[in-house]
């Protein structure tokens, strides 16, 4: 027997603790690698260009040093691609989280014509590379006059086919039941739906936010081509122009690696805050 009942509890037999350990091994070995170019790019940022260009892969910097960080807030307009960035992220969020369910419950309750013929579509251009569609939103954008503003930005990327599929697969795991008695009631689909179903999915709308977030901060292809002002740059794009050296001169790896922390923080933020929100998705689903 690998395991063995005693005073209601299991204890695990030397296999099968020598399975665990090995296991956790494996993990430990994993995270490490998996979180080693983060503390690079930290620890790179503590850094003297010299000291960074030498000892690229070092965790403890020879000097320590905040000279990055006091540059990245006056010789290079951070803070305004910091603001750009939370205009953009706040309003894409809000428009997915808004929309995207709306949709999605429109593809899981309502029965209209074509319905499958549009579900269809959004598996479809879920299959479809993002970079494959950057040219055809160019065009659009400057087809329609919202080429390097805030509104081309934003408008075209506020609807996410992934975000639609999530939100209708969850409606899909909540009963018809539950709506029966707002309709008995007299309550149209919208008043159902913003009152009766949407608060049983917050377990899903707490993971779009996550990713909505996650997604629009950290865009950088659409960005790239939506505009060409350098006041819209957004964080990514900002940080691209130093990565390309258009903003300074030498390798600079501090003060790279300075502006990709910073850029990093808020995610990490968010990801903390709700990280059991995230994993709650599949038990909300199966209580509602």
């Excluded at 969020?93 to 269809?120: C, E, K, M, Q």
């Excluded at 503003?149 to 086919?161: E, K, L, R, T, V």
């Amino acid at each position: 027997m690998s395991a063995a009942v005693s005073g209601g509890r299991y204890r695990l037999g030397p296999r099968a603790l020598a399975g665990v350990g090995v296991g956790y091994a494996i993990l430990i070995l994993l995270a490490v690698i998996y979180i080693y170019p983060f503390l690079v790019s930290v620890a790179g940022s503590f850094k003297t260009d010299a000291d960074a260009t030498q000892n690229p892969l070092s965790l403890l910097p020879q000097t320590w040093s905040f000279a990055a960080y006091e540059r990245l807030f006056t010789e290079v307009p951070l803070l305004q691609w910091a603001g750009n960035s939370t205009i953009v992220t706040v309003c894409i969020t809000i428009g997915r989280v808004f929309f995207d369910s709306l949709a999605g419950y429109a593809l899981s309750r309502l029965r209209f014509p074509g319905r499958r013929i549009v579900f269809a579509a959004l598996i479809a251009v879920l299959a479809v590379p993002p970079v494959a569609l950057l040219i055809p939103r160019f065009l659009v954008l400057k087809q329609f006059g919202m080429f390097d503003s805030f509104a081309g930005m934003i408008i075209p990327i506020m609807i996410d086919a992934a975000g639609i599929f999530i939100m209708k697969q969850f409606f899909d795991s909540i009963p018809v039941s539950v709506e029966e008695a707002a309709r008995i009631d007299g309550a149209s689909v919208f008043r159902t739906f913003w009152s009766i179903v949407l608060p049983m999915a917050r377990p899903a709308l707490i993971t779009l936010f996550i990713l909505s977030f996650q997604g629009s901060w950290n865009e950088f292809s659409y960005f790239l081509v939506a505009r060409q002002d350098a006041d819209l740059h957004t964080l990514t794009t900002g940080v691209a122009t130093l990565t390309s050296g258009q903003l300074g001169q030498g390798n600079q790896f501090p003060l790279k690696l300075a502006a990709a922390v910073l850029m990093s923080i808020p995610v990490a933020v968010l990801f903390f805050v709700f990280q059991r929100r995230i994993t709650s998705t599949a038990e909300g689903a199966e209580k509602g």
